[in-house]
């Protein structure tokens, strides 16, 4: 696993640990975070490290006079794990690392890892401004896989399975299947309660299906309350927990100025393809051409390999009319740059004009078809065809 895992991420890492006292590497369960930290700070890191998961009981009882026992690794680097169990440890980190940058000891001192998103835990790491970097881990990504096997490169897999290494590694499609099947149980009986969030396990996995019956679409707030029997503001509250866990991704409409009514209710997509097609019950990929979600899941896919390899200098957003005027993705970038994307799962893709003129409305500066193909090319003067890892190569220059 670790020779698929960028390059990319493994720089930023080595940057971080040795700029800044706090490093936070953050991601759903099961993507791989224990395994890169401690890989990379043995193989890559001058300073002595050490462990600690506070899943278990020992470790997190090591904590109950937890300043004692971190003053302890004084010009060493402590990796926590699981550091949203215990929220109040960031107060007290604070205080550590200033004492230790008035002693000259500056970077690498902790490595947090936690499977709540950077949101989340910068509730309870406010006090860490300044002294704390996160870094995201995702799943793997298209590029990711490419990089490490061009001519081997099977998109279909990946899009299917999902990018959870276990998911896409596995020996075979019921391997993989079964794992993704086992991680959802887990989550809502087991992962989801353990990291605060108090809610029946029943009632999740019924409405995180639910969501996937309306992946890459808007929802109605009410009425999935009247189909859980609960109130519109505890669905907004599933909907953000699943949010807060990496497992949805919510796109907000484009914020700009135009004179024409747009929706403005985000677009929904489970973040993991693999994990979408277990909630549909799709049981392989032949079925899933089949299925009505096919161009759906396809967008998806594309939009969140976009979404991850996009630097901090970008913002991203879909743009809709009340009558269905659309862009799936609105790039904004620097020096004004706005790209519309449009995404096709066709070989031979082709455009209705009510693109061009949502492309009009927002003021794009270049336009973009992504396909399922490989080749680039114009379908007009103004608009390209491209593939998947051309696209992401080109926003990463």
Known sequence: MQSIISRDLQFKLSSALSNMPVVALVGPRQVGKTTLALHFTEQHFDKESFYLDLELDTDLSKLNDAESYLRRFKNQLLIIDEVQRKPDLFRLLRGLVDIRKRAGEIAGQFLLLGSASRDLLQQSSETLAGRIRYLELTPFTALEIHKTDPLGFNP???????????????????????????????????????????????????????????????????????????????????????????????????????????????????????????????????????????????????????????????????????????????????????????????????????????CDDIGATKKFVIYSGSERFHLTKDTEAIGLIDFLNLIRK
Do not use: C
């Open 156 to 358: 279909n897999k990946l899009w299917f399975r999902g990018g959870f290494p276990d998911s896409y590694l596995a020996t075979n499609e019921d391997e993989s299947r079964a794992w993704r099947s086992d991680f959802i149980s887990t989550y809502v009986e087991r992962d989801i309660p353990l990291m605060g969030p108090q809610v029946s396990p029943t009632r999740m996995k019924r409405f995180w299906s639910m969501l996937a019956h309306y992946h890459g679409q808007q929802i109605v707030l009410s009425s999935f309350g009247k189909s859980l029997e609960v109130s519109h503001t505890t669905v907004k509250t599933y909907l953000d927990i699943l949010s807060d866990f990496y497992m949805v991704r919510q796109i907000q409409p484009w914020a700009g100025n135009t004179k024409k009514r747009l929706i403005k209710s985000p677009k929904i997509f489970i973040r993991d393809t693999g994990i979408l097609h277990n909630l549909l019950n799709i049981p392989d990929f032949e079925s899933l051409l089949g299925h009505p979600v096919v161009g759906a899941s396809w967008e998806g896919f594309v939009i969140e390999n976009i979404i991850i390899n996009l630097s901090d200098k970008w913002q991203y957003s879909y743009y809709r009319t009340t009558t269905q005027t659309e862009i799936d993705l609105v790039l904004e970038g620097p020096d004004k740059q706005v790209w519309a994307v449009e995404i096709k799962r066709s070989a031979a893709p082709s455009l209705k004009n009510r693109f061009h003129k949502a």
